[in-house]
């Protein structure tokens, strides 16, 4: 299908193409931002991942890799947080890290919504093209007959196009959303993952420290 024959398509869609047009554009946009940001802030390195995994790693060098990220970047505001409050009682950090975590996660779902609303919305503004494309070829038949029968085609045109175009918005839309959905699970669950770690770290060095005052009195 070539563009004029494209836009013909469209114009039998009726008025309801532009709030369709509309929610294509923000579902779009949303997917795009959600790409963006991922890629951008939510990348965790072999590096910093094969550090936290060691056993016994030198905070020192933590605090190093941190430093060479993005200060927006989701796990070094994670571990940050640990980082800053390693001093404080294991259950102190980890609160800490909870509520770090919780915002992270508000983050990271923001504007999925969006997509949600537009997976349920397209098909009904498809759907009611389709109503109202019917409705426009039922009133080109009167007493006397069929009135118009290249208008008759034009409405039933409208209505099968304006619900092809609303589901396939809704397809995509419904992609998108799982797809960033399963990424936000992933990335919560290695942050939780990997912060279990910086615990236990803590929790070593805090029993250490008690050894040897323990020793020392």
């Known amino acids: 299908m070539n563009l004029n024959e494209t836009w013909t ?42 550090l936290v995994e060691t056993y016994g790693f030198s905070w020192k060098d933590l605090e190093t890799e941190l430093v060479a990220l ?20 294991a259950w102190w950090t980890e609160s800490r890290a909870a509520d770090e975590a919780q915002l992270i996660e508000t983050s990271l779902g923001k504007r999925l919504w969006v997509l949600e609303t537009i997976v349920t919305a397209a098909p009904l503004l498809g759907l009611l093209g389709t109503i109202t494309g019917m409705m426009h070829a039922f009133q080109l038949i009167d007493g006397k007959g069929l009135v118009n029968p290249t208008g008759v085609t034009g409405g039933v045109a409208q209505a099968l196009i304006a619900t092809a175009i609303g589901l396939l918005i809704a397809l995509i839309s419904l992609f998108g959303f799982n797809y960033f959905s399963r990424r936000q699970s992933q990335t919560l669950d290695e942050m939780e993952r990997l912060g279990t770690r910086l615990i236990d770290h803590i929790r070593l060095d805090q029993q250490e420290k008690q050894e040897k005052f323990d020793e020392a009195a």
């Open 70 to 89: 993005d200060p927006r970047n989701y796990f070094r505001r994670f571990f940050q947080t640990v980082l800053t409050n390693r001093h404080h009682p």
């Open 9 to 50: 398509a469209l114009k039998l869609a009726g008025i309801v193409i532009v709030p369709l047009s509309i929610l294509a554009v923000i579902a779009l946009a949303v997917m795009i931002e959600k790409a963006v940001l991922y890629w951008r802030h939510a990348k965790l390195s072999m590096k910093l991942l094969n």
